[in-house]
Structures are given as structure tokens and as C-alpha cells.
């Protein structure tokens, strides 16, 4: 039926896998435009329950991947590349490095950079810490380069690894449901491998629809400090019209005239207004923060790598670290495989190092000039920022920006900025979906492509109009959770894989269980003494 289905709208598409995908999509906007309230309470109650109850499981979940990556980088298997072993890089490590910026950091800075330190420097989360003091504005850094650091792109590098590995070096297809293929056998490209890849599906489509949420939020509050346009509900949605018009348009054009291009721009600009704020701003200050940061980050981070609020139980993790371990989980299928694309013919050694080390590096710059220039701007009373932080975090960087000289001209020239990350996020999200909705021998339609794109903007909107941040990063932290446990698998899947290739076994030899013969003996072992006791017994 699906197959018909698929011919009379002439598709070229995986149909269980897409129009699974769009069903689920398309029912949780039909229940959610009637039924907002209901649909916004239930999703904060499964919050809840998710944070009272698996909180710990991200968590530890996260960090247990970090340190599997890290593993995998100084061990035997560090060695084999993503590919064959005589390939050797695609890109240099410049543009690889810069190409990794561009993947999926810039739009969660461009909210975050100035919120999430003035926000803990003015309510510090750890007991005995005074609002606004030397010590409040030290861990509202380490928490923020916690959050932006090695353990998101722990998150992304763990699909981006697997991906790269199994597509380049077994040719398998460049899907999420392959990494399974050591598990689940030729059953990856069935039923099974189809609800895997409708779970990335999914996960990508309502973590880019947070995201084009969040900077409907934060344009809405731009053009409000420009030009007074008011900050309500509708004007939120036509402005996600606008990014999603653009990004079907910025799609249509492909991978090389549209998101290429709007990349290259963006990252100019980006740097431009960083360069800015670090010579108009407190420059010693800033340097002297980001060295400090720097070492209170490695300090910190052993022991807040495991913490789960045990002994205080308030709902701060929920709103901060376990929303954004779900939101950068969904995106994970996404960025993973645009890293994965990038990176053939690279070493795991390298691959980890690279992809964990050196966005974490800028991370720390970001926030090193954005988040202590904010820090001191509250400190001096030149803006009273953490005020209206706290009522809206979607105004921090404008608001910031006014303690500044040209600030109009910042303030647009962040307007431009944020529309041009999300567009491109929405665009280069429409390519990835596309490509796990379809086998790899089936042209990418232009339609398809659009087609997705508008789905993300329909369900931002819906999300927006049920209940705005709050519905955000509720409905975020539940839809976290499925493809938070397949990352687990995934590294079990990759280890495996690891493990017979490192011996010179083929990927099919580990699935027809021939790649490790001393387990095939000391089972045939196992069955024979269990036969001769059985007998024994009989006797």
C-alpha cells in the first residue's frame, strides 16, 4: 500500500521509513493546534518523569561515551582509518576544523553565549555560592563550557565515527540503521533498520524545530530592540515562515549553491562580531577570564561529569543540562553524519581528537568573550542584563550589546547571523532526512527535500503556539531519550566491529558469528561437556 502510495506521488523514498516519519510528524501537529494545553501538560509531565526518574541515565550515559570515545583514540584500534588503509584525508585540518564550526555549534551560541553565564553568574545552581560574586561568575563559566564542551561533541563525534567508519571502510549505506548491521545482520535493512532510522528521523526533525523555535524567540526579540516590533506569538511564526521559505529555497539549490555558500558567509560574519566585542569590550579582562575558564573547566570536570543533583533535588538540571544532552542528542543523527561526510579517510585517533578538542577550543573562546564581556557589563551596572535574562533569555545578546559602542549595528548585524545559522540548519537538516528516507540508489528530489524543510517550520510553529520555551524543552527532553539509548548500542555495534576488523575479519564474517574463532571453540567446548553431562546423568 505504501509502495502504491509512493508511485502515485512519485516519490523516490524508503516507504515505511517515510511516511512513518511524516505520519507521526504530521498526527503530533493535528493534536497539537486543538488540544495546545493538553498536548503541552503531557509533555511536561513526561518531562518530569524522565528527569526524576532516567536524569542520571543521560547523565551517565554522556560521559560514559566520552571516555569510550577517548578509549578508542589511545587504544590498538586508534590506528585504523575511515576507509580504506591506504586513503588518506579529503580535506586539510584547517578546513576540516572550520568546516566542524559550521556543523552544529553556531546556532546554539548565538543564543546561549551571553544567557547561560549572566543567568548562573545571577542564580548560581551549587549551595554556599553568593549571587553576582568572583566565585559565581568562575563556575557560571565552567558550567557553561560543561554544557558547549567535550561532552556535546561527544555526542555528535559517536554517530559521526560510526557512520564514517561503516560507510567508508564496509560500504555500507550512510544511514543510522547500518550502524546496527553487526547486531541485527541483513535484518538492519528491514523492519528492524526502519524503525531506527524513523527514530533519527524524527529526533532531527524535532531538534532542528526546537532550534528554529528558539531563534524565532531570539529574532522576534532583535527586531524588537531595532525597529519596536512587538513580541508575540504570531509574529513568531511568520518569522519561522521567513527562515523556512528561505531554507526550501537555500535546499532546492543543493549542497554546493545554497548551504556551501550561506556557511562560508555566516562564519565571516560570525567572526566579524566576535572580533568586535573583543576590542570594544574589556580585552585584558577577557583574556585573563579565558585562561582561568580554561584551567577551573579541567578542574571541574571529573567530578561534574557524574553530578545528578542528588542531595538538592531542584528542577535546574532539568532545564538546563539534561534539555540540552536531549537537544543536542537529536541532533546527533544529523551533525553526525554531516561530520562523517567530511571526514574520510582520517584515523579514529585523529577523528576524536579533532572533533572533540578543537570545536571544545572555540567553544571556549566563544564564551571566553561573549560570556565574561557579558559577566562584566553586569558587574560594572552598565545594563541590568540579568534581569532581563531572566525574563527572557531570547533578548540576551541585544540587551548586551547596548553597553557597547555601534550597537545597533551589532544588534542587526546579529539579526543577520541568526537567520542565516538557522536557515542553514534547516537546509542542511532537509539534505540528512532526505537521505535517510531514501536508498542510496534513488535520486534526492527536490520536493522531498522542501518537503521536509516545511515540516520543521510547521512543527516550531506548533511548539511555539503550545506553550513557547517551556514547550521547547519539554517535548525536546522526552523525544531525547529513544535515540540517547541507540547510542549506547551504537558503540556497542562499533566496537565489534573494531574489534574483528583490528583482527583482519570482515564485517560479514563478525554478523555469521566466524570472526572470532576462539569463541566458536570454547562454545562448541561449552556444548560438548554439557552433552557428555547430560549423558553422564542419563546413565
Known amino acids: 500500500m505504501l509502495e502504491r502510495l509512493q508511485r502515485q506521488l512519485g516519490l523516490q523514498t524508503i516507504p515505511g521509513v517515510f511516511f512513518t516519519s511524516a505520519g507521526v510528524a ?7 493546534v486543538p488540544f495546545d494545553a493538553v498536548v503541552a501538560d503531557s509533555f511536561g509531565l513526561l518531562t518530569g518523569w524522565v528527569a526524576r526518574n532516567l536524569g542520571w541515565f543521560y547523565i551517565l550515559s554522556v560521559t560514559s561515551l566520552l571516555v569510550f570515545l577517548l578509549g578508542l583514540a589511545v587504544s590498538r584500534y586508534g590506528s585504523i582509518r575511515l576507509g580504506a588503509d591506504d586513503s588518506r584525508p579529503d580535506y586539510s585540518n584547517l578546513t576540516w576544523f572550520t568546516m566542524l564550526f559550521a556543523a552544529g555549534i553556531g546556532t546554539i551560541l548565538m543564543f546561549w553565549g551571553v544567557a ?3 543567568s548562573h553568574f545571577a542564580n548560581p545552581p551549587f549551595d554556599g555560592v553568593q549571587p553576582g560574586s568572583g566565585k559565581a561568575a568562575s563556575d557560571a563559566m565552567t558550567i557553561a563550557l560543561y554544557h558547549f564542551g567535550l561532552h556535546t561533541w561527544t555526542i555528535f563525534a559517536m554517530p559521526g565515527l560510526a557512520i564514517g567508519y561503516f560507510a567508508y571502510r564496509h560500504n555500507l549505506p550512510m544511514r543510522i540503521s547500518s550502524l546496527f548491521y553487526p547486531i541485527l545482520g541483513e535484518r538492519a535493512f528491514g523492519p528492524w533498520g526502519w524503525a531506527v532510522d524513523v527514530i533519527a528521523v524524527l529526533g532531527t526533525l524535532f531538534g532542528v524545530a526546537t532550534s528554529l523555535g528558539l531563534g524565532a524567540l531570539q529574532l522576534n526579540s532583535g527586531l524588537g530592540y531595532l525597529f519596536g516590533l512587538a513580541t508575540t506569538g504570531p509574529v513568531q511564526v511568520v518569522l519561522i515562515a521567513i527562515i523556512t521559505g528561505i531554507a526550501a529555497t537555500s535546499v532546492a539549490l543543493g549542497l554546493d549553491k545554497g548551504v556551501r555558500r550561506l556557511s562560508q558567509l555566516n562564519i565571516v560574519l560570525a567572526m566579524a562580531l566576535l ?3 573583543l576590542m570594544v569590550g574589556p580585552t585584558v579582562f577577557i583574556a585573563e577570564g579565558m585562561v582561568q575558564s580554561m584551567g577551573d573547566y579541567a578542574d571541574a570536570l571529573p567530578w561534574l561529569a557524574f553530578w545528578t543533583e542528588t542531595f538538592k533535588q531542584t528542577d535546574w538540571q532539568r532545564q538546563w543540562t539534561l534539555f540540552y544532552w536531549a537537544w543536542t542528542i537529536s541532533w546527533a543523527p544529523y551533525v553526525g553524519i554531516f561530520i562523517a561526510r567530511i571526514s574520510r579517510g582520517r584515523t579514529i585517533r585523529e577523528f576524536v581528537a579533532g572533533v572533540l578538542f578543537a570545536p571544545t577550543a572555540f567553544t571556549l573562546v566563544w564564551f571566553g568573550i561573549f560570556g565574561l564581556a557579558a559577566i562584566q557589563v553586569e558587574m560594572n551596572g552598565q545594563v541590568a542584563l540579568a534581569e532581563q535574562v531572566q525574563q527572557d533569555p531570547s533578548v540576551a545578546i541585544f540587551a548586551f550589546l547596548e553597553a557597547f559602542p555601534l550597537a545597533d549595528l551589532a544588534s542587526a548585524l546579529s539579526v543577520v547571523i541568526i537567520v ?3 536557515t542553514t540548519s534547516s537546509d542542511s ?6 537521505m535517510l528516507t531514501r536508498r542510496d540508489d534513488q535520486p534526492s528530489l527536490v520536493r522531498q527535500r522542501i518537503f521536509w524543510a516545511a515540516a520543521q517550520g510547521i512543527i ?3 511548539l511555539l503556539l503550545a506553550g513557547g520555551l517551556d514547550a521547547l524543552q519539554n517535548v525536546i527532553t ?4 529513544p535515540f540517547c539509548i541507540l547510542l549506547i548500542f551504537m558503540a556497542v555495534a562499533l566496537f565489534r566491529a573494531l574489534r574483528a576488523d583490528y583482527r583482519g575479519y570482515s564485517i560479514d564474517e563478525l554478523v555469521q558469528g566466524r570472526a572470532f574463532p576462539e569463541v566458536e571453540a570454547t562454545s562448541a ?3 560438548e561437556n554439557t552433552h557428555v553431562s547430560e549423558t553422564v546423568d542419563r546413565n
Open 478 to 481: 522526552s523525544l531525547g531519550l
Open 460 to 462: 516550531a510553529a506548533t
Open 275 to 277: 572580533a568586535f566585542v
Open 420 to 422: 542565516i545559522f538557522f
Open 116 to 118: 547561560e553565564p549572566v
Open 26 to 32: 504530521a498526527l503530533f501537529v493535528v493534536l497539537a
Open 429 to 434: 537538516a532537509s539534505l540528512v532526512i532526505d
Open 525 to 527: 567446548t561449552r556444548q
